[in-house]
């Protein structure tokens, strides 16, 4: 059984950039991923992490204390060990270059949501991690800007999420397949338990929330009723989480569609384009899948910022051309 360090020396011809800076982005984002685990594992014992942190966020919503736990976690895991100069958070407005001179000149940069599904933490229900990294499209003399950030997904070079669900799982992919190690609690180490994901085939799931039904346009109303017909292997069976993470993962095992069309209270969709729909998205692809808007591939949309929000669909090819004929009548 290989660990993630093993697996990765193993696949080093798979990553276009260096092995070594490879294995530090894993470095920290292990180290910050365990720091939560170990946390999530104890929540109904501490106060640390449950309940509200008594700020909003930049998206004006309330920030939970596991938010604030886990943001912090990631962010000084990054700043200490010398291979990203740039992280673009959800709980953070503005992007934080990382000054120290050395630093700056590594290329890579990093977009995460820390913690993704924050409302499920108080019950004891599946939450993630979704993290993203590119190159910077400056030169590395030159002072971070915004543009570094707002890159088409298409450019990622990494993008993975960790689940802290009934085990801790991390899956990523450098755009050769994708791979998901489980932690291993007693000893601290993530073994390879899940290598070469696909989409199955003849998914039958479909994920949304469906008390925003009225809200949905016609298209998508249509597309539900589709799902719920009697004819082939339908009515697909719904199973709706509410943490993308937590959805994803088992549409992605299982076999399924996630949705998150927008509605009159999100008119540009709910989730996060930079850090929430383009590492997914990304995943999708690479397991044979497909991630779109409604209209456009999610990967080659050009942000226009940090926190822009998207409508978003992905999961088995067909089921989300299917979607498709009903998003573009
Ligand atoms: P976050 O906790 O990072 O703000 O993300 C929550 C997102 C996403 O994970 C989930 O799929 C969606 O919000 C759920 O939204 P609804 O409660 O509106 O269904
Ligand atoms: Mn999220
Ligand atoms: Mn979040």
Redesign the pocket.
Known sequence: MYTLGEFIIKNKDCFSYSTESLLRLFSCIKLASKEIHKEVNKAGLTKKIIGVSGVKNI?G?VQKKV?DFANQAFINSFKSRNVVCGIAS?ESKNFIEIKNKKIMNNPYIVLI?P?????NIDVNVSIGTIFSVYMRSSSTKDHLSINDFLQVGNRQILAGYIIYGSSTILVYSVGNGVHGFTLDPSIGTFYLSHPNLFFPKNGNIYSV?E??YTRFSNGIKRFLRYCQEEKENRPYTAR?I????G?FHRNLIKGGIYM?PKTVFFPEG??RLLY?CNPIAFLTEQAGGKASDGKRRILDILPKNLHQRTPFFCGPKEMVEKLEEFTNE
């Open positions: 998206q919503e938010d959800e949501d913690l993704d599904g924050s409302s929330n008390g925003n709706y509410g943490s993308l993470v959805d998150y709910k989730l929430e």
